[in-house]
T-cell receptor, first 114, second 114 residues
């Protein structure tokens, strides 16, 4: 049981390049999330999904797109990377639809945009 | 979600109990108190949560005051590996019609001293 995994662990992009970050979970969780974390700040929610085929915007969605074609995978795309998107990206997943919910986080992807 | 207030940093001697306070004076009746921690460069890790009763698990204990306006996370025998940023989060339950993100503030940076 690997939990939540993220690919890649680290990436350097040039401004304007595109890339996709992959998040996978093997816990059969319904909900999945993408957060970003910048130095000295807490985590901010980018997008989330409440089930296969569904996505929704979080608090900082601009410049990102997501897809949830399979329940176990949640993809985060950057169509045209900007230096402001340099950050550490964390994926999380959770099971509960109702009641208290525990989110399980991946190890993070460090992205540097030059 | 109710706002939380935590001290920015604390030190604790190795082997002693670490007591991390959190104020959440605007908490509402159906909101839970969650604690997560983030060890340097890793994804956040769930520790414990509670509604109004004190809770204990293999990692920690959570003490919630009777008026629920504050709580304390207790790590009973702190080790060097407990050095991390600890986040106190107040959050309502997930409903079938929406999703409430985890709002991570800046937390408390706990340093365990040998």
């Amino acid at each position: 049981n690997a939990g939540v995994t993220q690919t890649p662990k680290f990436r350097v992009l040039k401004t304007g390049q595109s890339m996709t970050l992959l998040c996978a979970q093997d816990m059969n969780h319904e909900y999945m999330y993408w957060y970003r974390q910048d130095p000295g700040m807490g985590l901010r929610l980018i997008h989330y999904s409440v089930g296969e085929g569904t996505t929704a915007k979080g608090e900082v969605p601009d410049g990102y797109n997501v897809s949830r074609l399979k329940k176990q995978n949640f993809l985060l795309g950057l169509e045209s990377a900007a230096p402001s998107q340099t950050s550490v990206y964390f994926c999380a997943s959770s099971y509960s639809r109702v009641g208290p919910e525990t989110q399980y986080f991946g190890p993070g992807t460090r992205l540097l945009v030059l | 979600d109710a706002k939380t207030t935590q001290p920015p940093s604390m030190d604790c001697a190795e082997g002693r109990a670490a007591n991390l306070p959190c104020n959440h004076s605007t908490i509402s009746g159906n909101e839970y108190v969650y604690w997560y921690r983030q060890i340097h460069s890793q994804g956040p890790q769930y520790i414990i949560h509670g509604l109004k009763n004190n809770e204990t698990n293999e990692m920690a204990s959570l003490i919630i005051t009777e008026d629920r306006k504050s709580s304390t996370l207790i790590l009973p025998h702190a080790t060097l590996r407990d050095t991390a940023v600890y986040y106190c989060i107040v959050r309502g339950i997930i409903s079938n019609f929406g999703n409430e993100k985890l709002t991570f503030g800046t937390g408390t940076r706990l340093t365990i001293i040998p």
